[in-house]
Nanobody, 124 residues
Framework: QVQLVESGGGLVQAGGSLNLSCAAS????????MGWFRQAPGKEREFVAA??????RTADAVKGRFTISRDNAKNTVYLQMKSLKPEDTAVYYCATGQTITMLLMTRRDRFDYWGQGTQVTVSS
């Protein structure tokens, strides 16, 4: 059974940093695309960043501030967030899926498994 568990969320002031982690279990994920999405109150869940063996993509809204990385030996994907803004406040979700190309990794419907989410709150 595939499970994804996020950690690292919290409350931070604008301009601060947070590092999120997502530990996956249940099978090998080295060939998966793993990604981060976020959902603010009253808004749809949106793409933040995703990574696979051939590369990664980052949403324009966070480009230059957020960095995604992974450690296949630990089945873990990370999201390093810097220069946080109040508009980054959301629940952040980790997701994984197989056979997701670079072109399609921004689409949440391509991901098969999701974590429970971790709250990130940025105060002004």
């Amino acid at each position: 059974q595939v499970q994804l568990v996020e950690s690292g969320g919290g409350l931070v002031q604008a301009g601060g940093s947070l590092n999120l982690s997502c530990a996956a279990s249940g099978r090998t994920f080295s060939t998966d695309t793993m990604g981060w999405f976020r959902q603010a109150p009253g808004k749809e869940r949106e793409f933040v960043a995703a990574i696979r063996w051939s590369g990664s993509r980052t949403a324009d809204a966070v480009k230059g501030r957020f960095t995604i990385s992974r450690d296949n030996a630990k089945n873990t994907v990370y999201l390093q967030m810097k220069s946080l803004k109040p508009e980054d406040t959301a629940v952040y979700y980790c997701a994984t899926g197989q056979t997701i190309t670079m072109l399609l990794m921004t689409r949440r419907d391509r991901f098969d498994y999701w974590g429970q989410g971790t709250q990130v709150t940025v105060s002004s």
